[in-house]
């Protein structure tokens, strides 16, 4: 993205703050994974979404007094012998000249400049505990700092978090290619599928297409499940054979530039759904569209779900799996042992991503330029009491990516098959 983007970014969010503010955000650091093994970098999306820069151990300093807006950038400095080893550094000069930083400083004088830019502000302002993920120096640096501080921190996440909200042209841009290569990914691994196969050996294909697409994260682990495993919301052991007969859900989504897609499908393993299994599916796919095609601006979650209990507690009804009156059967939440989950999710930055539900004590009403996720499902686990044989282990989720407009919404993954026919017709193809 354009400097000029991180930029007007900055200068919304400090218009946002109170008096002679000092907003403080850090970046992420390097996790341990084992010994000197880490965990792959992933930047932190609040830090990214203000600054645009990529490297660890970072802190990004917002200032205002009065009519002046800075932006001070605190980094590692350049290395030769650590960049051998790990890669170049933009340094203090490069986070001024390359990522557009009023002042930039070493990261080890943080604690010295931050005592300086302190006693300058009326208001501090900084992430929340939970959304602290920096490294032990820059933690107890600036814990260090703040409490030396006259001020009182207040939490930054209510300003930034319903920035981050609503998409702007680029972040749609963005959504829209991660969405592209994770509807082909699907697609291969729809094509792919056969029989005696592994599980992983389905993760391997959509990764492969993910990474070949320039998308080098996944939004998440993928979620491989056949047959029972499906009935375990978040499987990612993704170690179980493929059988014959049985389904297969597939929750995976790429990366593209930090923003994340967030698909399910489910589909039958050797290309040709059962009675039973096309029944409950064509229960939750009616849930989805019906769901789908009532988001507009100013609908809330909350009509939204009930909406999707409503289509399913009367398709379960329709099966003979739920027995009685829709009402009271939604009234005492009769669905819950087969759809446990709420409807969907804020996408963005982060695959389940920022922004409450609530405006104030309200619901929340979609706006346009949010995105969401539509993913109702029924799960029917082995073993479940007073249901017929003949639904155990079917776990059905189908999900997609969508943006609110101003007339209604736009499917980001709309261009992945999801009815019955069409998936048959897909795993057909050679």
Known sequence: MELSVFENRR????????????????????????????????????????????????????FKKGDVFRYVLFCQPKDPVAEVWMGERVGVDGACTVFGADEAYSIQDFDTVMGRLLQEASNLYTLSLPQLTVGQYQHSVLSGALAHCRLTASALEDHLHLMRLTKDENEMACMRLAAEVSVRAHQQAMRMVRPGMHAYEVQAALEHVMLASGCHHQ??????????????????????????????????GAESDYYACDITRTFPINGRFTDEQKALYNVVLDAQNQVITAIEPGVTWDVLHALSVKVIVDGLLQLGILVGDADALIESQAHKPFYMHGIGHWLGLDVHDVGSRL??????????????????????????????PKWYGIGIRIEDDVLVTEQGCDVLTESLVKDPDGIEALMQQD
Not at 363 to 374: C, E, F, I, N, S
């Open 11 to 62: 200068l919304e969010l400090l218009q946002c703050l109170s008096g002679d503010a000092l907003a403080v955000i850090p970046s992420a650091t390097m996790v341990l994974r084992n010994r000197d093994v880490h965990y792959p970098f992933r930047q932190h999306s609040d830090f990214w979404y203000l600054t645009g820069f990529p490297e660890q151990d970072a802190v990004a300093v917002l």
């Open 219 to 252: 939004a998440y682990e993928p979620i491989v499940a056949p047959g029972k495993h499906a009935c375990v919301l978040h499987y990612t052991d993704n170690d179980a054979v493929l059988c014959d007969g049985d389904l297969l859900l597939i929750d995976a």
């Open 359 to 388: 405006d104030g004590d309200q619901p929340r009403r979609l706006a346009p330029h949010m995105v969401l996720t539509v993913e109702p499902g029924i799960y029917i686990a082995p073993g479940s009491d007073g249901i017929d």
